[in-house]
Structure formats: structure tokens, C-alpha cells
């Protein structure tokens, strides 16, 4: 079966992705993990770009990091369909460390243009448990010459609450070294205030589940509101995905929301693209 076809289908349905790692004896898993296993050796790993606006500014203001993996036979293959089933097989050590050897790259040859951008890069439930985390971020900043600064590393609420005390005692280090810590879909776990007021943190993303509705649901849209007003009560800075259209953005803006992202100002592209994009770009 074509994993990225069954994905984008099983999408479009609005059901929740296949997850191959979920079913161990599946022989569509062990093929998977063979390949990504192969992945990370040969040169099929990648990342797309997509920019973050400041919504006081108009501004690009920062880019998240998807990894995107270029399978020689199936095609373009998401990164629900192999993130997972890398964090069950030990192989999310390796791979987070191939995304953000990929990223800094990235970020020198941005700063190098004079063109300086922050870049965020996804972290794992499981990266969370690796008390060298901090070290290895570390040595890749070094060796790419990439001031911490413009290195920002979203950790999802569920992730957090695997062993919050163990991960905030992470995030404290990281962010001691001067990296930026965002917290990610954040609305949909449950991270207690307390916890929040605990973690080094200076960013929350709202659950993009909530902004691509809030235009129709009324709750959705108090959520978005309170998670902003959160933000700024906290001292932090709201940024809202899976901003889809423009009436969405006016909202945000008119909310205070800092930041935002999603398919109404770009698509995730490849570093190419985004350059060309991010020179063309008008402002809002
Ligand atoms: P995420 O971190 O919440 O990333 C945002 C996802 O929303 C991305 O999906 C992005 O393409 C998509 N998106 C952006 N704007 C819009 C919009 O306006 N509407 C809609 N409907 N979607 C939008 P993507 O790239 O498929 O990534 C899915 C998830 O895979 C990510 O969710 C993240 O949890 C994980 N992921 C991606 N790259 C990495 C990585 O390098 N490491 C790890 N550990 N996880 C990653
Ligand atoms: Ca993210
Ligand atoms: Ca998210
Ligand atoms: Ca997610």
C-alpha cells in the first residue's frame, strides 16, 4: 500500500492517520522501518520551510522546520506516517539529530545572505528523555557557528507530561543555553498553569485544531482568545497555526495574537522556494 496516499485519504475522511507503528506485526511496518533505517543513511531526508508572520510587524519573523522524507518508491511520506514508528524503534535520537544538523545548515546559510532567520524545530516525546539532548543541540550549534538565539524547539504538551519534571529540568538546561523553547498544540493536552509557570518557555502555539474552526465555532474561537490572553498574561508570545484564510488572520490581529502561520500566507516549501518567497514577500 502506498503509505502517502492512504494518509492524505484517510485525511481527507477526517480520520486520524494510519499509524504503522501502532501495529507491531504489521510486515507494512517492517518494511517502513527497513527504509527509514536506509533513509537516514542515503540522502532522502528533508526539509520544507514555512514562514511565521508577525502579526504587529507583518513581518517573517521565523520558519518552522518539516521534515519530509522522499521515498524512491512511495513517494513524498508525511511525518506522522514515520515519526511514530522512529519514536517506538530507537531511531528518533538519530533522526531529531539529522533534522536539526539539516536546520542549522539552514540557518548559517540564511545568516551567511544577511538574511537572518530563527528557525523551530520539532522535538519528541522521546527526545525529552535523552538527558544529552542539551549537549548535542549544543555541539551542532558549534559546529555550524549558529548563535542559540536563533534556535527555537517546540515541545508538544503531551510530550511535557510524559515525566514533566524530568522535561523541564531538560528544557531549564536548554534553555540556559540560550535556546528558545515553544510549547506546541498547545490547548489540546493538559498542562496545568502551574506546570507552565515552571517551564523556561517563551512561546505558545494554539492547537491549529481551534484556529482553522474559529471563524464557525464559537467556542473554538474563546479558546484561541484565552490561549492569547495566556500568553500575554504569562509574558509570552501567541502564535496561531493553520491560519487558512484572511478573515481568520483580521480575527488574530484584531485578538492581539503576536504570530502567525498557515496555508493563507504560505504552504511549508523547500529552502528554495522559501527564499523566493520570503524575498517577494509584500508584508500584510
Ligand atoms: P506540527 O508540529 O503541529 O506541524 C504543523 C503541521 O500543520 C504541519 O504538518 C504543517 O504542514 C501543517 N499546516 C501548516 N499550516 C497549515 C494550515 O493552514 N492548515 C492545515 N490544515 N495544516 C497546516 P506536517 O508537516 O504534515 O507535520 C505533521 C506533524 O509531524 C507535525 O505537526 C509534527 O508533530 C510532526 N513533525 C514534522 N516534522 C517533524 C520533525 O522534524 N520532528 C518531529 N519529531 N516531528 C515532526
Ligand atoms: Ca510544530
Ligand atoms: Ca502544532
Ligand atoms: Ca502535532
Known amino acids: 500500500a502506498d503509505v502517502a496516499m492512504y494518509v492524505a485519504k484517510q485525511r481527507n475522511l477526517g480520520v486520524?492517520?494510519?499509524?504503522?507503528?501502532?501495529?507491531?506485526?504489521?510486515?507494512?511496518?517492517?518494511?517502513?522501518?527497513?527504509?527509514?533505517?536506509?533513509?537516514?543513511h542515503d540522502d532522502e531526508l528533508f526539509l520544507q520551510y514555512q514562514p511565521k508572520v508577525s502579526l504587529s510587524t507583518g513581518e517573517v519573523c521565523g520558519a518552522e522546520a518539516l521534515l519530509r522524507w522522499a521515498h524512491p518508491d512511495r513517494g513524498l511520506v508525511p511525518p506522522d506516517a514515520f515519526v511514530p514508528l522512529a519514536e517506538n524503534t530507537g531511531l528518533i535520537g538519530p533522526l531529531t539529530r539529522r533534522v536539526l544538523d539539516l536546520a542549522l545548515a539552514q540557518v548559517r546559510r540564511w545568516a551567511e545572505q544577511g538574511r537572518p532567520l530563527q528557525i523551530s524545530v520539532n522535538l519528541s516525546a522521546r527526545n525529552l528523555l535523552d538527558d544529552r539532548l542539551d549537549t548535542t543541540v549544543a555541539g551542532l550549534l558549534a559546529e555550524h557557528g549558529v548563535a542559540?538565539?536563533?534556535?527555537?524547539?517546540?515541545?508538544?504538551?503531551?510530550?511535557?507530561m510524559a515525566d514533566p519534571a524530568r522535561a523541564a529540568e531538560l528544557l531549564r538546561r536548554l534553555h540556559a543555553r540560550g535556546i528558545a523553547i515553544a510549547i506546541d498544540d498547545f490547548g489540546a493536552g493538559y498542562t496545568s498553569l502551574g506546570q507552565l509557570k515552571n517551564l523556561p518557555v517563551s512561546e505558545l502555539k494554539v492547537d491549529r485544531s481551534f484556529v482553522t474552526t474559529m471563524q464557525s465555532d464559537s467556542s473554538d474561537s474563546l479558546i484561541v482568545r484565552s490561549v492569547i490572553e495566556l500568553s500575554h498574561n504569562l509574558g509570552l508570545s501567541a502564535v496561531a497555526e493553520g491560519v487558512e484564510d484572511a478573515e481568520t488572520l483580521d480575527s488574530l490581529t484584531a485578538y492581539s495574537c503576536d504570530v502567525a502561520q498557515g496555508y493563507h500566507l504560505s504552504r511549508p516549501m523547500a529552502a528554495d522556494a522559501f527564499d523566493a518567497w520570503r524575498a517577494a514577500w509584500p508584508g500584510l
Open 16 to 40: 486520524f492517520p494510519y499509524d504503522p507503528s501502532l501495529d507491531t506485526h504489521s510486515p507494512e511496518r517492517l518494511s517502513l522501518l527497513g527504509d527509514l533505517r536506509r533513509a537516514l
Open 148 to 160: 542559540p538565539q536563533l534556535l527555537k524547539l517546540e515541545v508538544t504538551e503531551s510530550a511535557i
